[in-house]
Structures are given as C-alpha cells and as structure tokens.
C-alpha cells in the first residue's frame, strides 16, 4: 500500500516544477486558486455578518453590495477582455500605461455614472430608502461600485502580463480585508452602512495595492533598458521616429475607432453571454418553482460551480497565452484542453460519488432534491469547457460575433429550456437543459477547432 502511494508522490516534483516553468499551466492554477480563496473569506466574512448584524442589516448590506456588484459587472467585462487583448503588444513602452490609464478611468466613470443613474429607481423601495437616507450612502456606493470595477480591470492587466500570481495576491488583499474591517464595524454598531462599508473599503485596498504596488511591480510601463537617472540623449528622437503623417489620417483614425467599438461590444457581449445564467438563474427557479424548492436548487448549483471554475480559469489564461502566440495557437489549444482534462476529470468523479453526502451535510432534503441535479452539472462540465476554450480561440482571432452569439444562445435557449422542464421535472429540469445546451454548443464549436488545426498546418 504503501508502494502504491509513493509511486504517484514522485510524479509531485515534476508536476510543480512544470507549473512554475508554463506560463498556461501557472496563471490556470492561479485564477482558480483566487476563485477558492476569495470563496473562502467570502464565506467567513458572512458567517460573522450574520453572527454580529441583525437579519435585516445583513440583508439590505447584502443588497446593496449586489448592486454595486452587478453594475461594474455589468460595464468591466468588455474593457477587461480589451486588456488582455491589447496589452501584450504593448509591454515595456508607455502605450503599456496609456492603454491601461484611459481603458481603467472611462470604465469607472461609466460605473459610477450607472450607480448613480440606478439609486433614485431603489429608493422607491422603503427598504433602500432606509439606506440611501442621505448623501454619505449614495457617494459611499458610487465609490465602492467603481473601486470594485478598478480592482477587476487591475486583474486583466496581470493576466494579461501571465503574471496571474498578482491576481491572486490582490483578491487575496482585498478577501482578507473585507474580514478585517466588518469586526471594528460590527463594533461600533454600525448596521447595514458597516456590512457594506466593509466591502468598499476592501475595494479601495485593492485599488491602493494595484496602484502603489503590483502594477508598478511589474515595469511594464517602461523600456526594458528604462534607467531613471540617466539621461536622454540626442541621438533619442531618431531612435523613437515621430508617426507619419497622410492626408488620410482622419478618415484612417475614423476606421480604427469603428473597428475598435465594434471589437469591445463583441468583447462585452461574450462576457456578458457567459457571466449571466449563474445569475439569472435562481431567480427563475424562484418564479417557477418557488423559495423552497430555490433553497435545495441554490445549494447545488453553487456546488456545481466548483466544475465550471476550471474551464473558464483555463480558456482566461488561453486567451491572454494566444494573442502572443497565435502563430502556434493549436499547441496552446491542446495544451489547454489537456490541463482542463487533468483537473477536471478527477473533481468530476469525487463529486459523482461523494455528491449525496456533501449534500447531506446541509440535511437530507437537500441530498435527495439536488443530487440528480449535481450528477448532470458534473457531466456538463465536460461541453462547457469544449465551449469555453472555442470561446477564447474566436476572441483572440477576432471572430467576435460567433463568440457572442454562442455564449448569449447558450443562454438565452438554457433559460428557455428550463422553464418549460421545471414544471414536470423540478430543479432536475434546469439541470437537464444546461446539460442538453452546453452539448448542443459544444457541437457547433466543434468547426472552430478544425479551423485552428488547418492554420496550424498551413
């Protein structure tokens, strides 16, 4: 026995040192490890809200950072997948900063521009207007709002660099933070304000880390050969030319604007396609189904959420390898769908046959109505990642408006498909649709890797 486990314990040395040496095998590892820790302190983090705050502070706190969250998911997706788009080719240059300068302050200010538009609707509620009882809440959640949509554009600049490392050094900060500043809130009794005072504060130290710190860190703004003291010489201005200029500059500046808007609202619609259903979701069982059966729908979906970390963690970090390696994009491709096989099959089959009692911890109703559930959310994990990786082939070979319409019709039939089996199925019926759509959009991804293997040979 003991033979049998050291024989797979030498293979350890091998397998870290291949981490630390492949730039796709470290920023995957990376971005899922950000996922589980900030899961992790998000967890204690609700755990002592709801020890130290009443039911109804936790709850409107809870909504509020919903909202702010909601708002810069809603306007970073695009000017995030941008950045990891553009910023490659424009390591060590100050296009570097511009680049993320400009893309960081107008997607703040669109942040703050619809939190601000999206209160004077909350407040009809009694509830918000509790909150937003005067002009301190209202600032504090426009901040917050945009703070959180800073530290997210910060993390597609370090996946963008491959140093996914620093990812997970500023959700860590930002995770352990948030656990940090609700004790001395909680202290002072200070209610609802204080749950998501906590939040924002927590986005703004992750916002002062990225700036002073870890986008700093990386000197990616400046020349490799960049010395600060040492001076420029003359000779510098015929080094560096000045652009050249045509007759035709504005109507060329007129088509890249076009091409650029055209290539962020793919950008975001791709994002958008793909972040929507884990939201949407449970409120479409609640319309449906009702709370009680929502509550063992809820458990195991987010348990399933564990399968669908993988593949999206891996396709982000394809997607930031392959814009610098399109060339050779069918070895990054494979190499991907390989890292996405090792760690995925194994979770698969634990949770196959450990699924029934990790479920029964929460009691027995919820292992009985989520198990059937949790079995198919496992086994489509396996055309969601086809999906995903096809999804980051199209992005960095600027086919956007096959990847948006592939994540949105995902969507958008999943949905569908889930409210017309619920009603004879129950919470088995969503898991039967997402299950069916994920194989259906692997199917029609299957041309895009035909397409990658073609380029590679010709």
Not at 245 to 268: E, F, I, P, T
Not at 338 to 367: E, Q, T
Request: hydrophobic share 55%; aromatic share 10%; charged share 10%.
């Amino acid at each position: 026995m003991i033979a049998q486990l050291a024989a797979p314990m030498r293979w350890v040395p091998s397998i870290l040192q291949r981490a630390r040496s492949d730039s796709l095998i470290r920023n995957s590892l990376f971005i899922m490890m950000s996922t589980v820790v900030t899961a992790g302190f998000g967890y204690v983090f609700w755990v002592i809200a709801a020890h130290v705050f009443t039911r109804q502070e936790v709850g409107l706190g809870g909504a509020v950072i919903s909202l702010c969250s909601t708002v810069a998911l809603l306007t970073y997706l695009g000017p995030q997948a941008i950045l990891i788009e553009r910023l490659p080719a424009s390591e060590y240059s100050s296009a570097w900063n511009t680049i993320v300068f400009r893309m960081c302050i107008a997607t703040t200010g669109v942040t703050a521009v619809v939190t601000a538009a999206a209160i004077p609707l909350l407040i009809t509620s009694e509830d918000y207007r509790i909150f937003f009882n005067s002009a301190a809440p209202v600032l504090i959640t426009v901040a917050g709002a945009a703070a959180w949509t800073l530290v997210n554009l910060f993390s597609s600049a370090f996946i963008a660099a491959r140093r996914a490392g620093r990812f997970l050094t500023i959700q860590a900060l930002v995770s352990a933070a948030k656990v940090l500043f609700i004790i001395p809130l909680a202290a002072v009794g200070a209610g609802s304000v204080g749950v998501f005072g906590a939040w924002v504060a927590s986005a703004f130290v992750g916002v002062a880390a990225g700036i002073a710190w870890l986008i700093p860190g990386m000197g990616l703004g400046r020349r490799r050969d960049y010395h600060p003291r040492r001076r420029m010489t003359a000779a510098a201005p015929e080094k560096y030319p000045a652009p050249r200029r045509g007759g035709s500059h504005r109507q060329r500046s007129a088509k890249a604007r076009g091409a650029y808007v055209r290539r962020l609202l793919g950008q975001h619609l791709t994002s958008l396609g793909g972040a929507l259903t884990p939201l949407v979701m449970p409120v479409l069982v609640v319309v449906r189904l009702g709370v009680t059966l929502n509550a063992y729908f809820y458990i195991t979906w987010m348990m399933g959420a564990i399968f669908f970390t993988v593949s999206p963690s891996v396709a982000t970090a394809l997607f930031a390898e392959g814009v610098r390696a399109r060339s050779d994009l069918r070895r990054v491709v494979a190499k991907a769908l390989r890292v996405i096989s090792v760690i995925l099959a194994p979770a698969m089959i634990i949770m196959i046959v450990a699924g029934k009692f990790v479920l029964g911890l929460f009691g027995a109703p919820y292992a009985a109505a989520g198990y059937g559930l949790l079995v198919l959310l496992a086994i489509s994990a396996l055309p969601d990642a086809v999906s995903n990786v096809a999804v980051a082939v199209l992005r960095v070979t600027h086919r956007l408006g096959y990847s948006a319409a592939l994540n949105i019709g995902i969507f958008v039939v999943s949905l569908v498909g889930a409210w017309l089996l619920m009603p004879t199925m129950g919470i088995l019926g969503v898991g039967v649709a997402w299950l069916g759509v994920q194989t259906l959009g692997a199917i029609i991804c299957l041309p895009v890797f035909g397409q990658v293997r073609k380029a590679a040979g010709a």
